[in-house]
């Protein structure tokens, strides 16, 4: 079937030049006034073209294949409009538009595999819009969504960071970067997300069960990230923006440039971000936070009567400090796990007598090579296809991923390597019919993924295997069906998945000493590091829901939902001592996969000065699979190799909370705007004690405020879309807590203060942006906190008892936050957004088109 649909694709590239596509053109204008309205977005999310009306109202799309797709008109002062349009032939369509202080009220999305509305989506979406992106400071990409209702970070430093949504994350949330699966190291704890913070343009987050669509890892939902859509036809344009952050001095570029030609369409970017070590007002500077990473992402892609085919690659580079917390036993003072010149006599570390303690210039360098650190590479090729069939469109996209990590400890020597092979696949028919309301959705898709660990470094270094080469084979077909009624919604599926999981066996000599190496099985006295496996598994998943528009523009949503997740490598096969989480790390390759039940219930408003939506849900998980931190005989920690011991197991967990937003925008006051987010997560262990009754890395109750200030602009003025802004986020304390073995600390309250500003600079000759200038104030009062969600809170250790040998010493265990690491103080940023677009050979500093949405 794939092979048939890449001969179609290949004669229909080779016939394009021939093929007149259909185009799309009208005029928008104020409802009231009938004034012709200047840059509305008329844009197709599905097919990601679009364009921007001129001074008179007009705009045009040209290549648009043939089709039924949900389009999105909109601009900032006036209310989104929506409307599904069947394309055949050239069409003109008008649009009047009503004025309002806010465009984000009817958007589509995309996420859920077919194209429909918030409003309409039974389950609980959120979209993130590239102003939203824009207009804030972080220091990677799960940062910059993390304070949203219901989703939160796992962060080990500022430069790793893992999502969480509704209290599930790892992998049980799929994070995808336009369609494709980014998979690479997403079981780890201290792997983040290799997703350039620069290529992201927005993002539609799914808040509750989504394996129907996307298979096992989309348990607990699925964070969607979109590129920046593609040009509209006959131009050239780009931006260069630059970006300064004062507590780690992070330094962010990035020039991106793309262009559209008869629906050839294509687009270039080049990325590259710099941090030396964060400060708190606690510690002063955090010994072992910098990291620098850079990207070159390129799209080149035809939009044609038959179809649209596009191809992405990219190459992404990481270097990240990972902080292990190691102190000196009198001063509390950061110092190296080694003196710098230690020696290795005889299998074991001699200290030298060389700097014990990092001096100012090593936290203030921006060369993440010191202390111990990971090398990162994650290099991709996407390539995506839609050609239509009769009525509806098959889709068929494949890629390929290649991962490379490397943990450093000192030098330059790896200890670990782990190279990981992903083959992402997707096939699917959707059709929808204008007139009846349904729309379809079936198909099938998966992955094929292999890993191979490094051979052991040359001796004295150690080498570490975390989990064996292995090969993993999923597969799934489901089929989702949309009806749309007046005021009525249904959406349902069913899906079936399968699950091969083979890990190769590997034996050791000599464990753990500078003379290891892997040998064949039988070799006397030989240590088993991993045993041979070989498991199945399958199950269903399915969803039923429903929204209804009520009057006075209130609605309510429910979704029923069984989800399925196979466990991951690391939970069936780990043993060995995790270098990122200084602890020992033990599988079990008899758990069984996790089955989820889920209720989703939602009732909100979408009127003109007000939008708000109360969601609640209940998540009921059979073979909830979590790491557990084992006990010796004695009560004590289970140490091996100076750590404590963790191994996964299973329990029945129940999951449940309530999230809520609040959107005030007087039409009659539109210079005034207050957001406000609330997110609340519980979580219980059937069967346990006290001390194990919770599920570990439950987030603590969030509630988020924003007050923005909008000025308006004289008509004389080059300053346009002022704003001010001030916001505050406060964190109850969390005492719902897996404490058992001090697996997990309560946190304490605390509240943060955040401020910001931002204009454009405009050509008072053409009205057109020159430059965008944005400053954000976090932690305005500098106050010392730890997120509850930080790892870093619990790495700690005295006097280099963090290192492999551990010079005999045992590490220390925080029995309360204050003994870890604090998260970030105050942190100034300043970001400027330079546009340009070209024509013919002129090049324009006011070229503002970019960008489409």
């Known amino acids: 079937m794939l092979a048939k649909i890449c001969t179609l694709l290949f004669l229909s590239l080779f016939s394009a030049p021939y093929l007149k596509a259909q185009s799309l053109s009208g005029t928008v204008a104020d409802s009231v006034s009938h004034q012709p309205i200047q840059g509305v977005t008329i844009y197709f999310p599905k097919l990601k073209s679009g364009t921007i009306t001129d001074a008179k109202g007009n705009y045009k799309i040209a290549a648009l294949p043939k089709g039924t797709y949900k389009m999105d008109v909109r601009v900032l002062g006036y209310t989104a409009l929506t409307k599904q349009i069947t394309i055949d032939g050239d069409i003109i369509l008008d649009f009047a538009m009503t004025v309002s202080s806010t465009s984000m009220k009817e958007v589509i999305i995309t996420a859920l595999g077919i194209s429909t509305t918030i409003r309409r989506a039974p389950v609980p979406l959120t979209l993130v819009s590239h102003e939203a992106f824009q207009q804030q400071a972080s220091t990677n990409v799960i940062d910059a969504i993390a304070k949203l209702p219901g989703i939160t970070a796992i962060t080990t430093g500022p430069g790793v960071s893992k999502p969480e949504i509704n209290g599930l994350g790892y992998n049980r949330v799929l994070t995808v970067m336009d369609g494709e699966r980014q998979e690479e190291f997403q079981w780890g704890d201290e792997h983040g997300v290799l997703i350039d913070p620069y290529a992201v343009y927005d993002a539609e987050i799914i808040r509750g069960a989504a394996s129907l669509q996307y298979g096992a890892n989309a348990e607990a939902g699925v964070v969607s990230f979109k590129s920046q859509p593609f040009r509209s036809m006959g131009r050239i344009d780009g931006s260069v923006q630059s970006e300064y952050q004062t507590n780690n001095g992070l330094i962010g570029n990035t020039i991106d440039i793309g262009g559209n030609n008869n629906g050839l369409v294509w687009d270039v970017r080049g990325s590259y971000e710099a941090a030396h070590s964060y400060s708190d007002p606690h510690d002063g500077y955090v010994w072992g936070t910098a990291f620098f990473q850079s990207n070159i992402r390129a799209v080149i892609g035809l939009n044609k009567k038959w179809g649209y085919s596009r191809l992405t690659v990219s190459t992404l580079h990481k270097q990240i400090e990972i902080p292990d917390g190691n102190r000196d036993s009198t001063t509390r003072q950061f110092e190296f796990d080694v003196p710098l010149g230690a020696q290795f006599v005889n299998g074991k570390y001699v200290p030298g007598t060389g700097q014990v303690f990092p001096t100012k210039a090593n936290f203030l360098s921006y060369n993440p090579d010191i202390t111990s650190y990971q090398v990162l590479n994650h290099n991709e090729v996407w390539w995506q296809n839609s050609i239509n069939v009769g009525k509806g469109r098959i889709g068929a996209d494949i890629g390929y991923t290649a991962s490379v990590r490397h943990e450093i400890d000192t030098g330059t020597v790896a200890e670990e390597n782990m190279f990981v092979h992903d083959i ?188 708000f939506e109360v969601d609640g849900f209940c998540n009921y998980i059979n073979n909830f699979i979590f790491s557990d931190r084992l006990a010796a005989k004695n009560g004590a920690d289970s140490i091996l190799l100076g750590k404590p011991i963790y191994k996964y197991g299973a329990n029945t967990a129940i999951i449940a909370g309530a999230t809520a937003y609040l959107n005030i925008h007087p039409t009659d006051a539109k210079w005034f705007e207050l957001d406000n987010g609330f997110s609340y997560i519980y979580t ?170």
């Open 424 to 611: 992402p696949y997707s096939v699917k028919y959707q059709v929808e019919g204008d007139s009846t309301g349904l729309k379809l959705t079936t198909g099938f898709n998966g992955m094929y993924e292999f890993m191979n660990n490094g051979p052991e470094p040359s001796s004295p270094y150690i080498g570490i295997f975390e989990i064996p080469d292995y090969h993993i084979f999923d597969i799934g077909g489901y089929g989702i069906l949309e009806k749309d009624f007046k005021n009525l919604t249904l959406i349902g599926g069913l899906r079936y998945d399968l699950r091969s999981i083979t890990g190769q066996p590997m034996y050791l000599s000599d464990y753990f000493t500078p003379e290891q190496k892997e040998v064949p099985a039988g070799t006397p006295g030989a240590y088993t590091q991993f045993q041979a496996v070989s498991q199945k598994y399958t199950g269903f998943s399915g969803s039923i829901g429903a929204t209804y528009q009520l009057p006075d523009h209130n609605y309510v949503k429910l979704n029923i939902a069984k989800s399925y997740r196979a466990p991951a490598i690391n939970e069936l096969t780990s043993n060995e001592l995790n270098p990122g989480a200084f602890a020992y790390e033990l599988g079990d390759i008899n758990l069984k996969a996790e089955q989820g039940y889920e209720v989703d219930a939602a009732y909100g408003n979408n009127s003109k000065d007000v939008n």
């Open 684 to 853: 219980f262990l059937r069967g346990q004690t006290d001390s194990t009754q919770h599920v570990p890395w439950t987030p603590a109750p969030r509630l988020t405020s924003e007050l923005k200030f909008k000025l308006t602009g004289r008509p004389n003025s080059v300053l346009t879309n002022t704003f001010f802004k001030f916001g505050l986020e406060h964190d109850w304390a969390q005492n719902d807590i897996y404490s058992a073995q001090y697996t997990e600390l309560p946190s304490y309250a605390y509240t943060l203060f955040n401020a910001g500003f931002g204009t454009n600079f405009i050509s008072k000759k053409n009205k057109r942006t020159v430059c965008s200038l944005f400053i954000n104030c976090t932690n305005l009062t500098n106050i010392a906190y730890i997120d509850h969600t930080s790892r870093t809170q619990y790495f700690w250790a005295y006097n280099g008892a963090n290192d492999p040998t551990n010079f005999g010493k045992t590490p220390a265990v925080v029995t309360r936050q204050s003994e870890g690491i604090y998260n970030m103080g105050r942190n100034i940023g300043f970001k400027m957004i330079i546009p340009i677009g070209i024509a013919g050979n002129k090049t324009n500093l006011a070229g503002d088109d970019h960008g489409i949405k």
